[in-house]
């Protein structure tokens, strides 16, 4: 009952906010501009379309909010009215108000803002779909800013998946291709994304992961900036962390201004992003404009930081691999390589010709080679490769959709900043890098310092264990003896059920003779 109220209800928003209008008008079809006109009865929207969709996602909540963050990156695939209106999600999303928020500072941290901090902002600083965020300054004179989570967020998250999960099984049900694409694992992965970025204590100790990825001693400092977690005044509702100072990174003007190399960061970007993936195995996953700054100080100019820890990704050792080997594959146009490795992984059916797979992945990626981002849409070539997923019946691999997301956003950064930024000549020569040090002679040394702990602990217990061995009575000639045994006594049941077999298909035989004959007498 709750999921069909939530329905009427985004239904009555999309009418309010007149989206009905936004979906027609772009169908070049004269049934579509016929229901346009019967929907609108005459009344035209005064508001741009781009502000109604915006404030109608804000309307529905956190999840459409999540939606159009994403969307908003992809000037490619949407008009750019809608890109620039869908932008402003990413930090200005109405607050809620002031009062609430010293409450629920009040009641995790155990005192009042006033008493806790020698100077509180009263207003937020940004406003986003799960928190909202107010500079501070700690006692000891620290700069810090408080990251507040939103008052009935939970239970708004977990009605509006419910309704995902509900489609989610229509979908598996009802589409062709609904088990492959695997909906309702989709939906959970989604599901626990949204629910860690609801424990602040979680967000929390991703900063402090993150940053310890890219402190001093990794060599990866002047690459990215990571804030310090201020523990002392963290909970599962408040979040406290140093203040970083720096600029948008969708302002590309104001940062060429202060003299930072626009390519150099764009290029940067590009190579945090797979130092995280393949590196670490642990990646920042909410990457859009609002959550990323560049440094204006002149000691760290030009230099990324991150924010928004809520949403983080990890790749076991299979997936990095597996993935690393397919995207040098693709850069080196070993086309036989990826069908290869997707039969190899078992993501197709394992009686999958491996030619025909090869020349549906060339047809796919072949044209997109050798040419600036500026003219490649990610977003097309995913369709592409989805729709020759389908003829294959590759199954969606749910692990990955976050990955995925990602990639869309740093391609949209990408492409805002330097439109002529080959990406793949970019990632390139990180990956051979990657997977040199992986199977050389570094790798090498580097899992045996692994797995030395473990070695150290069961070295020692070797020449004990194989003496044990090597005195315990040899036992083979006993249990060949058991087996031969089995075997006769399995023989001799063969027998005898095949006699009884014989004996019962006798007597039918002369039952129904007799039933036969009787019936005839």
Not at 28 to 55: D, K, N, S, T
Not at 195 to 219: K, M, Y
Request: hydrophobic share 45%; with cysteine; net charge neutral.
């Amino acid at each position: 009952m709750i999921t069909l109220l939530r329905l009427i209800s985004i239904l009555v928003v999309a009418l309010r906010y007149r989206l009905d209008e936004l979906v027609l008008s772009s169908l070049q079809h004269p049934l579509a501009h016929f229901m346009l006109r019967i929907v609108c009865l005459g009344w035209r929207p005064r508001r741009p379309r781009g502000e109604r969709l915006r404030l109608a996602l804000e309307t529905l909540g956190p999840i459409y909010v999540k939606f159009g963050q994403v969307l908003s990156t992809r000037r490619d695939l949407i008009p750019a009215d809608l890109a620039d209106e869908l932008a402003l999600l990413q930090d200005r999303v109405p607050p809620f108000p002031s009062e609430q928020a010293a409450q629920i500072i009040q009641e995790a941290l155990g005192s009042a803002p006033q008493a806790l901090f020698a100077h509180f902002e009263r207003d937020p600083v940004a406003s986003a779909s799960i928190a909202q965020v107010h500079f501070a300054v700690l006692h000891d004179g620290r700069e810090v800013a408080v990251k507040v989570l939103r008052p009935g967020m939970r239970h708004a998250i977990e009605r509006d998946l419910t309704l995902l999960r509900v489609l989610a099984g229509l979908v598996e049900r009802l589409m062709p291709d609904g088990r492959r694409l695997k909906p309702r694992e989709v939906v959970a992965e989604f599901d626990n994304y949204l629910h860690d970025e609801l424990d602040l204590i979680r967000e929390a100790a991703n900063c402090s992961q993150l940053r310890r990825n890219f402190g001093p001693e990794t060599g990866r400092a002047e690459l990215l900036m990571v804030p310090e977690v201020v523990w002392e005044y963290c909970t599962s509702q408040v979040f406290t962390m140093q203040r970083m100072r720096g600029v948008p990174i969708s302002r590309v003007e104001q940062l060429r201004q202060l003299g930072v190399d626009i390519p150099l960061l764009a290029r940067q970007g590009v190579e945090i992003f797979f130092m995280q993936v393949f590196s670490d195995g642990f990646f920042h996953a909410d990457m859009h404009p609002g959550n990323i700054l560049v440094s204006d100080h002149p000691d760290t100019l030009g230099r990324y930081i991150a924010l928004d820890f809520g949403i983080v990704g990890s790749l076991s050792e299979f997936d990095k691999n597996y993935l690393a080997q397919n995207f040098l594959a693709f850069f080196h146009r070993d086309y036989r390589r990826v069908a290869q490795l997707h039969i190899e992984s078992g993501w197709v059916p394992a009686d999958t010709r491996e030619e025909e797979l090869e020349g549906a992945v060339r047809a796919v990626c072949e044209p997109y080679f050798d040419r600036p981002l500026a003219e490649i849409s990610l977003g097309q070539v995913l369709l592409r490769l989805f729709q020759t997923s389908r003829r294959f019946n590759v199954e969606i691999q749910p692990q990955l959709v976050l990955l995925q997301k990602t990639l869309l956003n740093v391609e949209g950064m990408g492409r805002e900043l330097d439109p002529k930024l080959d990406l793949w000549q970019t990632a390139k020569p990180f990956l051979e890098r990657w997977m040199h040090q992986r199977v050389g002679l570094r790798g090498l040394r580097q899992r045996l310092d692994q797995e030395a702990s473990q070695w150290s602990q069961i070295l020692p217990q070797l020449p004990r264990l194989v003496y044990s061995r090597l005195s315990q009575p040899d036992l083979t000639p006993a249990m060949q003896a058991e087996i031969q045994q089995l075997r006769r006594a399995q023989q001799g049941t063969q027998r005898l059920l095949g006699v009884l077999c014989g004996v019962l298909a006798v007597g039918l035989g002369v039952a129904v003779w007799a039933i036969v004959h009787g019936g005839a007498l």
